[in-house]
């Protein structure tokens, strides 16, 4: 089983749409978990941490469900400028600093 | 611009020359990380650094990769007699000083390594 496993995608949505990406992780041990986005031929960059409680930051909503060690992401009302590929990540377990990268999900939002 | 910071953006280099990147961390960041990307592949933890300390290597190949972060000036991830299979982007983030579990690490814009 990978360590951190996302949907494949791509996923293709027109404007204002919803859209939701999964994860998975393997290590029961993680303590820290985060979606970056990552734009063609770029850095990632850090989208938000999640927390055990859930969160949310204007459009975007993180669900973090430890017992069965899956993390998700919502994005509401997609703007064009929401097309990338996001990236789950979580600590490796052990450590508070070695993050462990999903492969990501590629996200187009067509106007 | 306080971000972190990379150079060179791109580097090409034939087989059995020497790679060496560079890394300034964010203003005011004492951690250092390096990751490595492989063509439609995750990123991968190499190392991990403080101020003269490697402090995790476990994800540096065994040969040929060192990684340095002296007292003064940025960090160097070197890559020596390199192969074809060390094309990748190479990206480097930074951290302040951690505090519990949650080490939020802002990345450079990558240095892309071409061997040829």
């Known amino acids: 089983r990978k360590e951190v496993e996302q949907d494949p995608g791509p996923f293709n949505v027109p404007e204002g749409a919803t859209v939701a990406f999964n994860c998975t992780y393997s290590?029961?041990?993680?303590?820290?978990f985060f979606w970056y986005r990552q734009d063609c031929r770029k850095e990632p960059k850090l989208l938000m941490s999640?927390?055990?409680s859930g969160n949310e930051d204007g459009r975007f909503t993180a669900q973090l469900n430890r017992a069965s060690q899956y993390i998700s992401l919502l994005i509401r009302d997609s703007k064009l400028s929401d097309s990338a590929t996001y990236l789950c990540?979580?600590?490796?377990?052990?450590?508070?600093?070695?993050?462990?990268f999903g492969k990501g999900t590629l996200l187009t939002v067509n106007p | 611009n306080a971000g972190v910071m990379q150079n060179p953006r791109h580097l090409v280099r034939r087989r059995g020359q020497e790679a060496r990147l560079r890394c300034s961390p964010m203003?005011?960041?004492?951690?250092v990380y390096w990751y490595r990307q492989l063509p439609e592949e995750g990123l991968k933890f190499m190392v991990y650094?403080?101020?003269?300390?490697?402090?995790?290597e476990s994800g540096m190949p065994k040969e040929r990769f060192s990684a340095e972060f002296p007292k003064e000036g940025p960090s160097i991830l070197r890559i020596q007699q390199v192969v074809r299979g060390d094309s990748a982007a190479y990206f480097c983030a930074s951290s302040p000083l951690q505090r519990g579990s949650y080490n939020e690490q802002f990345f450079g814009p990558g240095t892309r390594l071409t061997v040829l």
């Open positions: 990540v979580v600590n490796g377990g052990g450590s508070n600093y070695k993050l462990t």
């Open positions: 290590n029961s041990a993680s303590q820290s």
């Open positions: 999640v927390y055990s």
């Open positions: 650094l403080q101020k003269e300390n490697i402090i995790d």
């Open positions: 203003k005011g960041h004492s951690h």
